[in-house]
């Protein structure tokens, strides 16, 4: 006798409840230092946990997790279909969000949902709003088929898009009621492609440093003090130098770079046949722009596993429209440095502040503050059970089996999780595929995707539900397109 089909409406059951989202401007707390007074994420977080609590789950539990100065997490437990089974699934995503980054596209705004033909946007629906949504109607649908899971939690946070510096502690007090976690499916990652359940092989790491140089008390005219008196944004370009070559964009530290594993290189090399130059294709470049990487393989392997600095917020320099005849008292400037998935974030934090805090140019005052360094992440190979679940899932919601990909983000929470619980088998995947404009203007969710997403992660929960250590093929029906 077949087994019953697995079926998800994410258009039905979640899009208004998402839209409802997407006006909440609950921006991480770097960038809403007084989130606890503007009460953004306070409001989001109640609002989910409200959604939450009115799905027709058996045994669902719902919370937020609250720890003073902290960012709240909603914690979502669900009993397990049969009492007597062992095990915990960790199902995760997070609620805060990006800034609007920009002006968005005519029609469009961060903070107020738009449906286009398929596709829903708003800031923070892809990253990672949709995350709650789908965890929980993967649920609802293998409970809906008469199928068994084993005991679930899902944990939403409010501080990844700051680097996720409240997890760990509430990790630490939520330790119990995790239990014995054995399979964790993190929701925030992203895909090339939009044609099936594409799971992440990596993913970098990341320090962001202030670094400031004052060279006066005050600002003072130019013709005064120029010829004299030496630039701090010079000075500063001296620091950079160090550490990245102008030239290249190389970075010049040692301890910042690391050889990727022959299968990672492998798999660049399988994308490059199959879907020619994904990086390069996907950047809104001006025309004529040259692009590092000779090839389409070699730039997959740069995004994922070369260090790589971006200047991501400057200070002391007024626009162009108001700058007047003045040398500047100083000049700050906030440095990303993306980092091979095997470099230690905190190891590569202290390379860094060596020499940038190395003997000052021109004897200026040099400060070098750091931000919550985040290590890259490697996923453990998949047992044999699950890498056959994570194809046939795929098969059932896309039509074709599963893939891997190397993410260039970070997720700190991977990493953190990994050495909390190691051993245990690891799935990540997530809606960011071309098009999405995760952390830039006009991010937008594509509906089917999020519904095969959904639909591929319920049938994981279903087969893992049913055996550990053997697959459970099910056969689900056609995803619900809106």
């Known amino acids: ?13 979640a899009l208004e409840a998402l839209s409802a989202y997407l006006e909440i401007p609950c921006l991480s707390p770097a960038y809403d230092a007084d989130w606890e007074s503007t009460g953004h994420l306070e409001r989001a977080v109640t609002y989910l946990a409200d959604w939450s609590r009115g799905r027709p789950i058996r045994g669902l539990s ?20 049969d009492p ?87 990790v630490d007090t939520l330790s119990d009621r995790l239990g014995d976690v054995e399979l964790l499916i993190c929701l925030d990652s992203g895909s090339p492609t939009y044609d099936r359940l594409w799971l992440t092989q990596s993913l970098r790491g990341n320090v962001t440093v202030t670094v400031e140089v004052d060279v ?51 798999r660049y090399e399988a994308l490059a046949a199959e879907f020619g130059d994904l990086v390069g294709e996907a950047m809104p470049s001006v025309e004529g722009l040259e692009l590092a990487g000779a090839s389409a393989s070699e730039r997959l ?41 095997a470099v230690d974030g905190e190891a590569a934090a202290r390379a860094l502040a060596r ?29 044999q059970w699950l890498s056959e679940a994570v194809d046939d899932a795929s098969s059932a919601a896309f039509g074709r089996p599963a893939a891997w990909t190397s993410e260039g983000g970070t997720i700190p929470f991977l990493a953190g999780l990994g050495r909390r619980f190691p051993g245990i088998a690891v799935l990540a995947t997530g809606v960011l595929g071309p098009g999405s404009n995760a952390h830039g203007i006009d991010e937008c969710l594509d509906l089917p995707t999020a519904n095969n997403v959904t639909l ?25 397109s809106p």
């Open 301 to 341: 392997l740069r995004q994922a596993w070369a260090p790589a600095m971006s200047v991501v917020g400057i200070d002391g320099i007024p626009s162009v429209a108001s700058g007047g005849n003045v040398l500047r008292p100083m000049t700050a400037v906030n440095l990303s440095f993306r980092l091979p998935p």
């Open 355 to 383: 020499v940038l805090q190395a003997d000052p140019p021109s004897g200026s005052r040099v400060s070098v503050r750091f931000h919550s360094p985040a290590s890259g992440w490697i996923c453990p190979e998949l047992p």
């Open 84 to 170: 007597h089974s062992t095990g915990t699934v960790l199902l995760y995503g997070h609620f805060d969000k990006q800034p609007p980054l920009g002006t968005w596209s005519e029609g469009l705004d961060p903070f107020r949902p738009v449906l286009r033909g398929t596709r829903l946007y708003g800031r923070g629906g892809a990253d990672d709003g949709y995350s709650i949504f789908s965890a929980l109607l993967a649920i609802e649908a293998v409970q809906r088929a008469g199928l068994d899971h084993r005991r679930c939690v899902i944990l939403i946070e409010g501080s990844e898009e700051s680097a996720s510096p409240d997890l760990d502690a509430h």
């Open 62 to 81: 719902v919370d937020v997790h609250r720890l003073k100065g902290r960012t709240p997490i909603l914690v979502c437990e669900v009993a397990a279909s």
């Open 456 to 480: 591929a992660v319920a049938n994981i929960l279903a087969s893992h539900g049913a055996t550990r250590g053997a697959t459970h093929a099910v056969q689900a029906s056609e995803a619900t």
């Open 216 to 266: 006066l008390e005050r600002g003072v005219h130019s013709g005064a003090a120029s010829g004299v008196v030496p630039s701090s944004f010079r000075l500063l370009r001296r620091l950079i130098e160090r550490v990245e070559d102008s030239t290249t964009g190389d970075v010049l530290v040692p301890e910042l770079h690391a050889e990727a594993p022959s299968l990672h290189r492998a």
């Open 1 to 13: 006798m077949p087994e019953p089909a697995i079926t998800v409406d994410f258009v039905s059951d």
